[in-house]
């Protein structure tokens, strides 16, 4: 049949920035578009219900550049109490660090010999990011793990938008023309593609976000929230290696509220599907955005935990399946769920799309798609195959666990 390959270059998932010190002397920002993991948290479960996500809104953020080493961190001295390191800000940029390095060692040792290339960028007036990107080696394809701090200034409407929907307007809101916000964010993003076909793909995200308006702004309250998740994307269902997945989330989950699980899980499965296919793009794992209706260092806790979830969850499975023997057939279907990874990404995730639509740095926006993929004319999968019996789980989702 007819087929058709895609290749995709990488360097980073965020381009980020940072100086631990701000400028003496003020610098000329550049408006560009608001970060991909920072747009409204809401229109995740808008999405897919005949709703549509705001025009584009412009934000002012400093130009990033590169650096040569490490700052011990991204926040600024200028944030007074949230400069400290004891901070929410300070301990979620060290739980994201932290993260960062602990996946990029395990993929490293998994790999046996590949390296990760990495970027460090900082903006003059604070915030900054490190970008790792691991390609063509031994057992990955490509690998990218990025965190970034962040801070800029949106609009009174950018605001409303990136709002949780469980925020309330103040009286201030109604009675006073809000006027431009600061913001502050910061997250952690990976995906990471292996080259075996038994051996599944994996995405996972955390990030935090605060919204905090000068005393001569009205209108326009702190806000908070965390969002995130890990979902796995296999080519061939291996039961136990799923079931293993899905127990260390929902263990992690249970730590916190026994509702999370259920809860996130159901969120995963319906935030990854692929409208015009009708099926998901892999076997979920949990997703959650927009919390801030519970105790703030209860959902630091939360996310840190799953984040350090990622690595048991994960590297037990890549290590049962990186060395299986496989065939042209094996390679072919991975391809082809490697397209469906493609069309997701490209069509719906909320982060590529506004990325770009609104003119977002193309490296950082597709280092999340595999190098290759793979597309077939009606590509039909033989009826109880293993091929078959994958598509089946994505377009009926199961409860593994």
């Not at 270059?9 to 003496?24: A, I, V």
């Amino acid at each position: 049949m007819p087929t058709a390959t895609l290749s995709s270059s990488s360097l980073t998932l965020f381009p980020l920035s940072s100086s631990p010190t701000p400028p003496r002397i003020p610098c000329t920002s550049t408006t560009l578009t608001f970060p991909s993991f920072l747009v409204k948290p809401t229109s995740v479960r808008m999405m897919g219900r005949g709703s549509h996500i705001l025009p584009p809104k412009a934000v002012a953020i400093e130009k990033e550049t590169p650096e040569n080493e490490r700052p011990s961190t991204f926040l600024r001295e200028s944030d007074g109490d949230n400069h400290s390191l004891s901070s929410v800000r300070g301990r979620f940029e060290k739980m994201i660090r932290d993260a960062q390095d602990c996946v990029c060692q395990a993929i490293e040792a998994a790999d046996g010999g590949g390296k990760f290339k990495e970027d460090v960028w900082s903006r003059p007036g604070g915030g900054g990011g490190i970008s790792r990107v691991l390609q063509d080696g031994a057992v990955w394809e490509k690998a990218g793990v990025n965190v970034s701090v962040v801070y800029g200034v949106m609009p009174p409407e950018a605001y409303r938008a990136a709002k949780p929907a469980s925020s309330t307007d103040s009286s201030s809101d109604l009675n006073h023309k809000p006027g431009p916000v600061p913001f502050f964010a910061a997250g952690i993003s990976s995906v990471l593609h292996p080259k075996n076909p038994f051996a599944p793909t994996l995405h996972f995200n955390y990030r935090y976000f605060e919204t905090d308006a000068p005393k001569d702004t009205p209108g326009a309250p702190r806000q908070w929230w965390f969002g995130g998740g890990t979902d796995l994307t296999p080519a061939y269902i291996f039961e136990e290696d799923v079931k293993h997945f899905h127990s260390v989330q929902k263990s992690a989950c249970d730590k916190f509220d026994p509702s999370f699980y259920p809860r996130f899980k159901k969120w995963c499965d319906d935030y990854f599907y692929i409208k015009h296919r009708g099926e998901r793009r892999g076997l979920g794992g949990i997703f959650f955005d927009d919390l801030n209706d519970y105790d703030q260092e209860m959902l630091l806790s939360f996310a840190t935990e799953c984040a350090n979830s990622v690595v048991p969850a994960y590297l037990p499975i890549i290590e049962k399946r990186k060395d299986v023997p496989f065939t042209d057939r094996h390679k072919a279907w991975q391809q082809l769920r490697r397209g469906r990874y493609v069309e997701f990404n490209l069509v719906y995730d909320r982060g590529t799309t506004f990325g770009l639509k609104t003119g977002g740095r193309i490296e950082s926006i597709l280092v999340s798609l595999p190098l290759t993929a793979r597309w077939e004319y009606d590509h039909q999968p033989e009826e109880g195959s293993e091929e078959w019996k994958l598509l089946d789980a994505c377009i009926n989702p199961k409860e593994w666990i």
